[in-house]
């Protein structure tokens, strides 16, 4: 990703001022009317790329995995069409869990490797009992934490991950699962 972990609005934000300052207050002479028209082409030019980059910022922290709520129905369908499951179980005040959706589930290679689970998330803190007994069922003490069932619907408790990871080895951690 551009610039790494740079928070997702600083590439607009400097876009804008930028524009700012080359349509408002730049007083550099140049030809055909102090270049008013091409100061002004190139701040919209600046405008539309920082527009670019947050509605492209926007779209990757949706990630890219479809999630779905948690329900015994979907581990039944899951277990009986021999698919694996990735339950990820989130907090709203999390702030890794919200970097694992901007840096990690939105990774390509992530999103590829999770095509083939049913995927689903659980947030312990929306104060409901199911969300309270799935947490207890699977011993989450802390967020996030990605627990992830075999075809076979056993948790692969080897590969259980408790708070954040880079996209590289979170990917190899879903190839891994049969």
């Known amino acids: ?4 972990a740079a928070p997702v609005f600083l590439v607009p934000a400097i876009l804008g001022l930028g524009a700012v300052q080359i349509a408002l207050f730049d007083r ?7 270049g008013a028209m091409l100061k002004r ?3 919209l030019l600046m ?5 670019w980059f947050i509605t492209d910022a926007e779209s990757n922290l949706q990630g890219k995995i479809s999630w779905q709520g948690y329900s015994e129905e979907i581990l039944a369908a899951a277990r009986q069409g021999q698919r694996p499951v990735m339950v990820n179980f989130v907090s709203r005040a999390c702030s890794a869990c919200a970097r694992m959706d901007r840096t990690v589930f939105s990774h390509n290679r992530v999103a590829d490797a999770a095509k083939r ?3 689903l998330r659980i947030d312990i803190t929306d104060g409901t009992t199911a969300s309270q ?5 699977f011993g989450i003490y802390a967020t996030p934490t990605v627990v992830l069932l ?9 590969l259980r991950l408790i708070g954040f990871e880079d996209a590289k080895a979170f990917a190899n951690r ?5």
């Open 1 to 4: 990703t551009f610039l790494g």
């Open 28 to 34: 550099t002479p140049l030809p055909a009317n102090n």
């Open 41 to 43: 082409g190139i701040a």
């Open 47 to 51: 405008v539309t790329f920082g527009v």
């Open 117 to 119: 689970f049913i995927a």
């Open 133 to 137: 007994a799935m947490a207890e069922k």
């Open 150 to 158: 075999g075809a076979d619907g056993k948790e692969r408790s080897d």
């Open 174 to 178: 879903l190839e891994s699962v049969q």
